[in-house]
């Protein structure tokens, strides 16, 4: 077979192949080198990459037909101001303008630099915050509209723990990452420098920044509490908001950046806010604006000039993921222009490469799946009939969205300047959030989508009760209508299924039919599924990935317990649907449609991963690698047995039977 040569500019759309796999190991002892050894032994790590899976696969692919899409952009001279052919293109042309980029230096944050240098108090701290969060700047804490948990009809504003600057708390805490927060406060301190601060002044600061965000590191949740929405839910009344945080002035915050007098707001973790108001005073004033200086600069160094640029990445995705080279500049615009103003530049990859009829397949696998989860739910010997009766309803009211919106974004008013990159990204970020800021208190629009069309991913949303696909995931090796069902039910079914099953994991069973939080639960049932979901967390918990470095189980338990009811949905799915056209009943390959199934589960989930980004994803991502995402769910299915017969006088498998769904 051909390799895919990402580095000589030649990307391949990725496919679903028996090449992928190595046939001369055991699937039963080895499930994962089976299904995915023959891709891994050709394939390698892209310098611009500090992890490589199916979904960057496909989303190398998608950059290219973006890509394609945003250069004619620039070339279309009919493209009216406020067009969506307008807006990429003009944003496109201002990421490439690299000259323009250097030329201007720190330009971009000078204004906000200067403002924070003529702060004289805590209060006038407090003051600019809003400021900075409009302008993308994450400074002390975060603020998110979106729709109440417990009132799922409004949005609310949500105010969280945030400040830091590496990607978790255990960076700062933890004797692992004792190296990485040593070059930490070096990378600091050079970009301190590269923005003309001397030297001795940029050591000092950069060890007033560390040490701030040491403190905020502290007082902060870990990752795994942050998954329970009970305990991250503190209702507070704006009325009272001065008296709780005095030195912050929550209440001029919400109402500078355009929040509409509403009777209240949610805290996530109050401890952190208190500790942060205390802090406001007990902390120089002078430490605090080095902090903010710090936050402005970090913030915006992916859009300065080529040395700020390159020692952001040199740190950020070098040290701390082992990428060995940064991506080229057209992959990161295109990114810049999803991120940014990403339905605009969706519609026009819709148009051109997502057929209608894919949302017609999509629904007849999607509704093969809810059949199966529907006769799940009505015949679990360990639900009572009160408890199963919810579920049911709650299933039935599951939404579904396919492809794109209904209705795209609408972005009159912003202004797109070919020349103006950092200004593009600043004034995008700020409409956005006047846009969703200026709506709490009011109804919540469930026609809005969280991700953009070209993403390689799906989601479900509780609040919303819905399964969530975009267009971008519609291809091969997910999806491929050349395919046998079993490739299909494998790859992009076993996705689905987890979705769906997210609507009844650890936190998402939680939430009722409208995507309201509490307890529909009778205390038995509970009882029964929280012994079920421990044995999982042990299981996954026992997995060590790196020497001493293991699985969180409690972490990844709503994404492992989503994974293995993914893959068993689908496949009785795929059952059925053999049932109904027996003629799809076929060995392709030398492999039975069961075994396709299987093989075709373990290749979406093939991986390689960098050291250094891999203790990242560890400490940080509810996802379990990629190799036991694989085989844990695949060898829990009891069919896996079916398609890949034990041999005689073969004990049991090296995983016990698991699962809740």
């Not at 990421?95 to 403002?115: K, L, Q, S």
């Not at 001397?198 to 560390?210: F, M, N, P, Q, R």
């Not at 908001?241 to 001029?252: F, Q």
């Not at 939680?510 to 029964?528: F, I």
């Amino acid at each position: 077979m051909e390799e895919q040569r990402i580095s000589e500019g030649k990307i391949e759309q990725p496919r679903f192949t028996t090449d992928y796999m190595d046939k001369s190991e055991d699937p039963r002892s080895s499930f994962y080198d089976y299904a995915t050894g023959g891709w891994r032994r050709t394939h390698t790590i892209p310098n611009d990459k500090a992890r490589w899976t199916s979904f960057h696969e496909l989303y190398e692919w998608n950059m290219v037909q973006l890509n394609d899409i945003a250069k004619e952009c620039t070339e279309d001279a009919s493209a009216k101001p406020g067009t969506y052919a307008r807006m990429v293109g003009d944003f496109y042309k201002s990421a490439m303008d690299t000259e323009r980029v250097n030329r201007i230096g720190f330009a971009p944050i000078d204004d906000m630099w200067r403002r924070i240098e003529a702060i004289t108090s805590a209060s006038e701290i407090a003051a600019l915050i809003p400021a900075l969060h409009l302008h993308g700047v994450p400074a002390m804490f975060d603020a998110t509209p979106d729709s109440d948990i417990k009132n799922s009809s409004v949005y609310t504003l949500y105010i969280s723990q945030g400040g830091i600057s590496l990607p978790d708390r255990d960076y700062y805490m933890k004797e692992q990452f004792a190296g990485v927060l040593a070059e930490y406060k070096s990378h600091i301190k050079k970009m301190f420098v590269l923005k003309g601060i001397d030297d001795k002044t940029a050591t000092e600061w950069s060890g007033i920044v560390l040490g701030i965000e040491s403190d905020m590191a502290k007082v902060s949740r870990p990752k795994a509490a942050l998954r329970d929405a009970e305990k991250n839910y503190t209702r507070v009344e704006t009325n009272g908001l001065e008296s709780m945080y005095p030195d912050l002035s929550l209440l001029r915050y919400i109402e500078s950046i355009g929040v509409p007098k509403v009777e209240y707001i949610v805290v996530m973790q109050p401890e952190f806010m208190e500790w942060l108001n205390s802090s406001l005073k007990a902390v120089q004033t002078e430490s605090w604006k080095v902090y903010l200086r710090w936050k402005l600069l970090h913030s915006f160094a992916p859009l300065l000039h080529s040395a700020v640029d390159t020692e952001n990445f040199r740190f950020f995705r070098k040290t701390l993921l082992g990428q060995k080279e940064q991506e080229p500049r057209w992959k990161r615009a295109v990114g810049s222009i999803d991120i940014a103003i990403g339905e605009a530049l969706g519609k026009l990859y819709v148009d051109r490469h997502f057929p209608p009829e894919n949302k017609v397949k999509a629904m007849e696998m999607i509704n093969d799946l809810l059949e199966v989860f529907r006769g799940r739910l009505s015949k679990l010997e360990w639900m009572s009939q009160q408890t199963r009766q919810k579920a049911l309803e709650k299933l039935s009211k599951f939404s579904v969205k396919i492809g794109y919106p209904d209705k795209f974004r609408d972005y009159a008013g912003l202004e797109i300047r070919p020349d103006d990159y950092a200004g593009n990204m600043a004034r995008s970020f700020a409409f956005e959030a006047k846009r969703t800021l200026s709506r709490v208190g009011g109804p919540v629009d469930r026609t809005e989508w969280s991700m953009t069309p070209p993403t390689v991913n799906a989601y479900y949303n509780t609040q919303n009760n819905e399964i969530v696909f975009p267009a971008g995931i519609f291809q091969p090796s997910f999806f491929d209508a050349s395919m046998d069902y079993a490739v299909n039910y494998g790859g992009l079914g076993a996705v689905i299924g987890h979705e769906m099953t997210h609507g009844f994991d650890d936190q998402g069973r939680k939430y009722d039919g409208m995507g309201n939080l509490g307890n529909w639960w009778s205390e038995e049932d509970a009882r029964r599924f929280t012994a079920k979901t421990d044995l999982i967390v042990k299981e996954y918990s026992s997995k060590e990935v790196l020497p001493g470095l293991f699985i969180n189980g409690e972490l990844t338990l709503g994404e492992n317990i989503a994974d293995m009811g993914g893959v068993s949905i689908a496949y009785e799915a795929l059952q059925r649907r053999l049932d109904r056209d027996p003629s799809g009943r076929k060995q392709i390959d030398g492999l039975t449609q069961e075994q396709r199934f299987f093989v075709a589960f373990g290749q979406i989930w093939r991986e390689m991963v960098r050291e250094e980004e891999q203790k990242r994803l560890l400490t940080i991502d509810p996802h379990s690698p990629g190799r036991y995402r694989a085989t844990i769910p695949a060898k829990n299915e009891p069919a896996f047995d079916t398609a890949f017969p034990k041999k005689p006088g073969e004990k049991a498998g090296d995983a016990p039977r698991l699962g809740v769904w």
